[in-house]
């Protein structure tokens, strides 16, 4: 029974959320995989509870369906994405699920991935009721990522600037150190933390030598350090060449370097398209590794492409409250409008405080 047939009681809704409270714990540790939380319960009574806590490991249903027990049995599972009828490194949850006993399990969104694993098929015929779309929005923007790559091959963009009261990046000489606080900065790390990868192009590298590591002190997976350079042209000396974390080099077929030694740094050749390197086939690549969410750390003209293409999925944004100066360096590098109407129109879903700074996340 899809959502348009299911009636949702107040019970089913406090379980869904609760379930969904709990697969946001595996926010920052289960990439490439979807973050899922599972509640099984009796009524208003919950008999077990758990979430997938990093890819490789038990999924969702099975922790909750250990610490249920027995008392799975006729119970309802909620579960915040659909379980897994594919046997890939952990059985299925829809077998378990099945072998439980449970008697009924409500869904909040679908997974295109699972199509071919005909789960919900499976508990339906083993007697289990099947319910799905409760809540499924909340699902699917905890998981913005994997739904991306699995529906459009491609990773969730989201473009990280940071810039003064009047537009501006970094002063005319390229000093940028530090437009935003120090509040700000760390909450810069815990969007990296939830990123699979992050971004940036050769001319930032150049320019600023970024380190694009993880500062957090935790045990977080360090995304993959990824660079656009078409020429090859990122020296030896780098950082994103140290080989301290997963680092991957886009470059043009047949670029050469002044070095040879890329030490274990991954280079992958891409086509050109419009004179630069093939957007959207960086972009399908990154989907093929497993890439969910890609946070965008580059100049103006990298990122102004981006959202030319029509790439950029949400835009974060840090405003510093002082202000730079007509030569200072422009937020974004676009093509001149001649009427108004041409103009890109976002829309704020968050706006908050940082410290001294005003941080806004932006999507079309």
């Known amino acids: 029974m899809s959502a348009?047939?299911?009636?949702?009681?107040?019970?089913?809704?406090a379980h869904m959320a609760r379930a969904l409270r709990l697969a946001e714990r595996g926010l920052y540790t289960t990439q490439p995989n979807p973050r899922v939380g599972c509640v099984i319960a009796h009524g208003a009574e919950i008999v077990g509870e758990g979430w997938h806590e990093r890819a490789g490991e038990a999924h969702a249903e099975v922790f909750a369906l250990r610490d249920a027990g027995a008392r799975a049995r006729e119970a309802t599972a909620y579960?915040?994405?659909?379980?897994?009828?594919?046997?890939?490194r952990t059985p299925p949850c829809a077998d378990a699920l099945i072998a439980a006993g449970v008697a009924r399990v409500v869904i909040a969104a679908e997974d295109a991935f699972q199509r071919e694993g005909g789960a919900i098929e499976r508990m339906r015929a083993a007697g289990i009721i099947v319910e799905s779309g409760l809540m499924r929005e909340a699902s699917r923007e905890l998981n913005r990522g994997f739904f991306s790559r699995v529906e459009r091959g491609r990773p969730w963009v989201r473009i990280k600037l940071a810039m003064s009261l009047d537009g501006r990046t970094a002063l005319a000489n390229g000093e940028s150190k530090w437009i935003t606080g120090e509040a700000a900065r760390e909450d810069v790390q815990r969007w990296r933390a939830r990123s699979s990868a992050i971004l940036t192009g050769s001319g930032t590298v150049l320019a600023d030598d970024p380190r694009l590591t993880l500062r957090l002190n935790s045990a977080h997976a360090a995304p993959l350090r990824v660079v656009l350079d078409r020429g090859l042209r990122t020296p030896r000396s780098?950082?994103?060449?140290?080989?301290?974390?997963?680092?991957?080099?886009?470059?043009?077929?047949?670029?050469?370097?002044?070095?040879?030694?890329?030490?274990?740094?991954?280079?992958?050749?891409?086509?050109?398209?419009?004179?630069?390197?093939?957007?959207?086939?960086?972009?399908q690549e990154l989907g093929r590794r497993g890439v969910n969410e890609l946070q965008v750390e580059a100049g103006p003209t990298l990122c102004g492409a981006l959202l030319q293409s029509g790439f950029v999925d949400e835009l974060l944004l840090y405003t510093a409250p002082v202000v730079l100066g007509d030569k200072a360096r422009p937020l974004l590098g676009a093509p001149d409008l001649a009427q108004m109407a041409q103009a890109k129109r976002l829309h704020a879903v968050d706006r908050r405080e940082i410290g001294g700074d005003t941080r806004i996340l932006y999507r079309e």
Do not use: M, N, W, Y
Not at 4 to 13: C, E, P, V
Not at 79 to 88: A, D, F, K, Q, R
């Open 238 to 283: 780098a950082h994103v060449l140290d080989g301290s974390v997963p680092t991957l080099i886009f470059h043009a077929a047949g670029a050469k370097s002044a070095h040879d030694d890329f030490g274990q740094v991954e280079l992958a050749a891409i086509d050109i398209h419009d004179g630069r390197l093939d957007l959207l086939q960086v972009l």
């Open 4 to 13: 348009a047939g299911a009636a949702f009681s107040a019970i089913d809704h």
């Open 79 to 88: 579960v915040t994405l659909e379980p897994c009828g594919l046997h890939g």
